[in-house]
C-alpha cells in the first residue's frame, strides 16, 4: 500500500519511529504523535512531506516534547506543531510568541482581514487564530495563518502560508487540518 510506505518513509527520513506510530490504514498517509496524541495527515503524493523533532532545550528537556508535521499542498506549505513546554505559557503569550516570530523573519507584514476564522469544535476550547500577510522570508509576498489552541497541557499550532490570492483555501485548509490533527481533551 502506497499511504503505509509514505508514512513508513517520513518516520524513516525523520528519524520519528520512537516518537510517532504509522496508523495508516484507509489509503490515507496518517501518523500519530505518541506522546501528545496529534495525528499527522499526508497525501501520498504532495510534495514535502516531512516530520521533524526539535532539539531539546530547558523549555522542552525530552525527546518528543517539541515536533511537528509538514507537507506542501496547492503552492502553501502547511505545519501543525505539538509542543509541551516544561512551564506552560498562557494561550495568549503562545500567539505572541508566533506572531514576533513572522514579524522577526518576513517583511512588510500587516493583519490580513477576510472572512477568516476558526469554528469551535464541540468539547475542545476555541482555538486562538491570527491572519497576516507580508513579504516570505524566501522573498515572495504571502498570506501566513497561526491557529493555536493548548490542550492536556500541550500546545498545538497550525502554521499555514501560501499566495495571497489563496487566502481563503489556505485559511479553510488550515482550519480543517487542525481541528482533524489536534485530539480531543481527554477529561
Not at 495525528?39 to 518528543?64: E, H, K, L, W
Not at 500577510?133 to 490542550?151: C, E, M, N, Q, V
Amino acid at each position: 500500500m502506497a499511504a503505509k510506505a509514505e508514512g513508513d518513509r517520513i518516520l524513516a527520513e525523520g528519524r520519528a519511529a520512537d516518537v510517532f506510530d504509522n496508523i495508516t490504514e484507509d489509503g490515507v498517509t496518517r501518523l500519530r504523535h505518541k506522546a501528545s496524541g496529534m495525528i499527522c495527515i499526508f497525501d501520498a503524493a504532495a510534495r514535502g512531506n516531512v516530520v521533524r523533532i526539535y532539539p531539546q532545550s530547558r523549555m522542552t528537556p525530552n525527546r518528543g516534547d517539541d515536533v511537528s508535521c509538514g507537507s506542501t499542498l496547492m503552492g502553501a506549505t502547511f505545519t501543525i506543531y505539538a509542543t509541551r513546554y516544561q512551564v506552560m505559557p498562557s494561550e495568549a503569550q503562545d500567539m505572541a510568541s508566533s506572531v514576533a516570530g513572522i514579524r522577526d523573519n518576513w517583511s512588510n507584514v500587516q493583519p490580513l482581514t477576510g472572512a477568516f476564522g476558526v469554528a469551535s469544535v464541540e468539547g475542545r476550547p476555541t482555538p486562538l487564530f491570527a491572519a497576516f500577510k507580508g513579504r516570505h522570508p524566501y522573498g515572495w509576498d504571502a498570506s501566513t495563518f497561526i491557529i493555536l489552541t493548548h490542550i492536556d497541557g500541550w500546545s498545538f499550532k497550525t502554521r499555514a502560508s501560501g499566495p495571497v490570492a489563496d487566502a481563503d483555501t489556505i485559511a479553510l485548509t488550515a482550519g480543517l487540518m487542525s481541528v482533524s490533527s489536534i485530539p480531543p481533551p481527554k477529561n
